[in-house]
């Protein structure tokens, strides 16, 4: 089957899509050399192509050596189209694409993820997004597998952004293990609306592991290619692979850091992945930066995450009472706290250092592991002990170092003397100030009172008579009245 798209096509592969890369020039058709072309390569001429993603590059070996056109990978993902990247030469290397014929995903960060568009075998039709109302898990992981992706990770409406029309316009109803979208069962009626920032989009992980080893961040690296798992390998020891390059794999399968990459030497060339390393540590995924081929050197990858992340937490204790917190705790100058660090059991031994920071110093202490387990206490809290802490992991097996770090938490140092001082001179002054007062108003009490203090009493006994004749031995004599009580007498 041929399918033209002005002077580039795809020749004897299952589908308009899929076979030998040729390009027309001065009316002959010639067919792309192999030149280390990546399946991200390959996604710029499936766009140019009008198909949907790309799905797998390989090369394929012709007897004698014939014209081809030489087109450099770096060219094509440049921008520019195919045409203005080629240069007549000859080869034995044809190159091979295949592109997924009625589906892709855009704006994604990677080939397995983006906004899903759809487009028609019947009718040469612009791609449309799907209504999220009309498509569920199911269908996505068929997708997945159309695209030659690892299983589904995330299904989400307006993931990879917004989209007006045209939207597809019937329900898809896959039963999960069709090998395309447009395979599966669809509804009988049409729908014509989707409501906005409805379309769907989905992440398939990265069809990558690592094999052989003795956890599953170590071992063979490999990729999935058309169903088949296939080393990483080299044409030989001195290969442009680096640890950092080695970063962006162990990354990528979610295992950490790079701890050691080596090659090593089979009897005998097998079909493996060549990976350029600069590709991948631009951003690409790993299988973007992949074309097929042959070597003995096989890449063994070890990268950190062997370890689980060690837990950290604090308490103080006061008068034998002790509080635990999980993100920052305080403590009272002068008292007793620890920090603990502990690790779920993995391997046995290993020690902790736990690891304090603050704005003027930076400080460690290292314990052994017990029982998995460590607790590093603190006498007397002082100011200087305020900032943050963290535990690393440390263990040797497998013949490497390895390390996991806790995530951080703070100490503050609460200092309440100032308080306390305040507490007990303030009642002391108060104390002082009230028997200032008292002696000095003492030696008052003991003086004759006034004339106001003495005619105070006798007022009260204004009515009562004195003895005729005379004051009588007993009776106390009233003092002269003023004016005015004389005048209320009268």
């Known amino acids: 089957m041929t399918f033209c798209s002005e002077s580039v096509r795809l020749v004897g592969g299952d589908s308009r899509c899929a076979g030998t890369l040729e390009l027309k020039h001065q009316g002959d058709w010639r067919p792309v050399g192999d030149y280390y072309w990546t399946l991200k390569a390959a996604a710029a001429a499936c766009r140019e192509l009008d198909c949907g993603s790309a799905v797998s590059v390989e090369q394929r070996e012709e007897s004698s050596s014939r014209s081809v056109w030489d087109i450099w990978s770096d060219c094509v993902q440049s921008g520019s189209v195919l045409r ?16 997924s014929d009625s589906v892709r995903l855009v704006n994604g960060k990677s080939l397995c993820s983006g906004r899903l568009e759809v487009k028609s075998h019947h009718s040469n039709q612009s791609w449309s997004s799907v209504c999220e109302a009309d498509f569920d898990q199911q269908d996505a992981e068929v997708v997945c597998r159309e695209l030659g992706c690892g299983a589904l990770s995330v299904l989400q409406g307006a993931l990879y952004g917004d989209v007006e029309a045209p939207m597809w316009n019937k329900e898809f109803q896959c039963g999960g293990t069709e090998s395309a ?47 088949d798992w296939r ?99 305080h403590v009272l100058r002068g008292s007793t706290f620890t920090i603990s660090c502990s690790i779920q059991p993995q391997y046995p031994g290993g020690s ?40 690393v992991y440390h263990v040797y097996v497998f ?75 007993g009776s106390r004599v009233a003092p002269p009245r003023s004016s005015s009580h004389i005048q209320m007498d009268l």
Do not use: M
């Open 352 to 391: 902790f250092q736990l690891n304090f920071t603050s704005s003027t110093s930076a400080l460690n202490y290292t314990q052994p592991a017990v029982s998995h387990s460590a607790h590093f206490l603190f006498p007397a809290a002082e100011p200087a002990h305020q900032g943050s802490y963290s535990c």
């Open 84 to 99: 203005e990247c080629a240069k007549p030469g000859s080869s034995y290397s044809i190159l091979a694409l295949t592109c």
């Open 399 to 473: 013949s490497h170092d390895f390390s996991s770090e806790s995530r951080l938490i703070s100490l503050t140092v609460a200092d309440l003397r100032p308080f306390i001082i305040r507490a007990i001179v303030l009642p002391l002054i108060l104390l002082s100030a009230n028997i200032g007062l008292y002696f000095y108003y003492k030696p008052t009490r003991g003086q004759r009172p006034g004339r106001r203090e003495k005619a105070e009493p006798d007022y009260y006994n204004l009515g009562v008579p004195a003895a005729e004749g005379g004051r009588s031995s």
């Open 181 to 227: 979208l447009l395979d599966c069962r669809s509804s009988g009626s049409e729908r014509n609306t989707c409501s906005p920032g409805k379309a769907v989009g989905l992440t398939c992980s990265e069809p990558v592991k690592l094999v052989g080893g003795d956890d599953r961040c170590a071992g063979t690296l490999e990729l999935k290619h058309q169903g």
């Open 231 to 329: 080393p990483v390998g080299d044409d030989n020891f001195n290969s442009d692979w680096t640890l950092k390059a080695a970063a962006a794999a162990c990354r990528e399968l979610d295992c950490g850091f790079a701890v050691s990459l080596g090659w090593r030497e089979e009897s005998s060339d097998r079909s493996v992945w060549w990976i350029r390393s600069d590709c991948f540590q631009s951003g690409s995924a790993l299988r973007e930066c992949a074309t097929l081929g042959s070597s003995k050197y096989i890449l063994d990858l070890t990268c950190s995450d062997l370890l689980l992340q060690p837990n950290i937490s604090g308490s103080s204790s006061v008068d034998g009472v002790s509080e635990a917190q999980q993100r920052g705790f």
